[in-house]
């Protein structure tokens, strides 16, 4: 995918009033005619709840049309408070999974408009977003009712194909490639999947979809290996994890984050440890970019800029303050933005401190990466229920990150939707 090379300088400040994108975005695209009913499984996860409400803002602002639906479980606390935040800003339809439940909610108030196989009857498109491991049982209902099926970059295909074959369903050639296709990432490989039609398609992870983007911007300057470590928040900001604040887990061996970016640019050599750090947020990356010839790191930052979904953090701001603690950066870059979950990070972000270092005929830039881990790969699942409702490669792009206001370019007014 070419990069757009129009100067930076052109690059018109982002307009963060969410409503008004909405609203009056010349996206709206009446003349599609597209409805793709779009289900929830795992619809309070934290990614799911922020892939849900941006499939909405992206449904309104392009007229794509379709029911939202979600599969309930028990009726806990986290649950109730996402179904009615849910219900005041989209109106989606409740499904529950055990009919023991169902009585449970409606006495809370809600409506149930069916159980497990109605939600399937109901969904085109279903959304997996369980625990990694507990994707099975749901691939299966949804192949069974003829669903287009999008997995999280958690999910073991190879297992849940073996678990599939070992319940007696039928794994078709046409479905085996589904199942051993690359990794989407949309905005690299949306075209060759939208040329495919995969039944079943597995997204990237959130730091493979970091990887993947700084990769998509390295490619122009002659980019042959990408190397280093990731070190991986211990739990997310609500998750209780045992853990020691003076220890960092090393990892063992090479990550999937990497080996996963690898099915998508091929032509890359990857070599990526994963580590766990005591933090909540963010992941941190300190990847080293390998590059035949003699690119720079203005250069890179150019081209970090120009990609989308990228930002780059400057390290000294032009009031001279320094933007040198993960925290700060998250929070600074936060503040500018409403977003309906918070922390609800799109972008990719990158501090330009990068350190270059000679080496024969090849160049090598140390780069620290930022990935809000709960929001970095919505946009990509939003862009796989665009690629199942038959949404136009040529427009997909920029028309979920003007309704998501998802931004690339130079913080802080140096940036474009």
């Known amino acids: 995918m070419e990069l757009d090379l129009d100067s930076l300088a052109k690059i018109p400040k982002v307009n963060n009033d969410r409503a008004c994108q909405l609203k009056c975005h ?12 779009a289900g929830f499984v795992g619809f309070d996860g934290t990614e799911n709840k922020r892939t849900l409400l941006a499939v909405d803002a992206v449904k309104k602002a392009t007229g794509v049309e379709g029911d939202l639906n979600v599969l309930l ?17 989209c109106g989606v339809r409740a499904y529950v999974s055990d009919e023991e439940d169902k009585a449970k909610w409606e006495k809370l108030g809600f409506k149930i408009d069916g159980g497990f196989n109605d939600f399937f009857e109901a969904s085109d498109f279903v959304m997996v977003g369980t625990p990694g491991g507990q994707e099975t049982s749901y691939v299966e209902a949804g192949l069974a009712n003829d669903c287009h099926m999008s997995m999280m970059g958690g999910a073991k295909r190879p297992k849940i194909m073996a678990e599939l074959e070992e319940k007696g369903v039928e794994i078709t050639d046409k479905l085996k490639a589904d199942f051993e296709m690359e990794f989407f990432f949309g905005l690299e490989n949306y075209e060759m999947f939208a040329k495919a039609k995969p039944q079943v398609i597995q997204c990237t992870s959130c730091n493979t979809t970091g990887i993947s983007r700084a990769s998509l911007a390295a490619r122009p300057l002659g980019l042959k290996m990408i190397m280093g470590n990731i070190d991986r928040r211990h739990g997310d900001p609500h998750t209780v994890v045992k853990a020691s604040p003076s220890a960092i887990d090393i990892g063992k061996g090479v990550g999937h984050q990497g080996t996963d970016a690898g099915t998508v640019f091929e032509e890359v050599t990857y070599s990526i440890r994963a580590s766990k750090a005591p933090t909540t947020v963010p992941h941190t990356s300190y990847l080293d970019f390998v590059f ?3 690119p720079t790191p203005e250069d890179f930052v ?8 990228v930002v780059v953090m400057p390290y000294q701001d032009e009031a001279g303050k320094t933007h040198e603690w993960t ?3 998250l929070e600074a870059f936060l503040s ?13 972000i990158v501090s330009d401190n990068i350190i270059p270092v000679k080496l024969g005929d090849y160049t090598i830039m140390q780069t620290v ?9 919505v946009p990509n699942h ?6 199942c409702a038959g949404y136009p490669a040529e427009k997909v792009h920029a028309d979920v990150d003007g309704a998501l206001s998802c931004v690339h370019g130079i913080w802080p007014d140096k940036l474009s939707v």
Do not use: W
């Open 369 to 377: 990466m930022m990935v809000e881990q709960m929001s970095i790969a």
């Open 292 to 294: 035949e010839g003699d």
């Open 327 to 329: 925290s700060e950066i």
């Open 336 to 348: 500018g933005f409403e977003r309906p979950i918070s922390p609800e990070i799109y972008e990719l």
């Open 26 to 37: 010349p996206m709206h695209r009446e003349d599609l005619h597209l409805k793709l009913n």
């Open 302 to 309: 150019e081209c970090l800029a120009k990609t989308r979904e």
């Open 382 to 387: 939003v862009e796989s229920y665009l690629l």
């Open 73 to 89: 479980r028990r009726p806990h606390g986290r649950a109730i408070s996402v179904q009615n935040k849910f219900i005041r800003m």
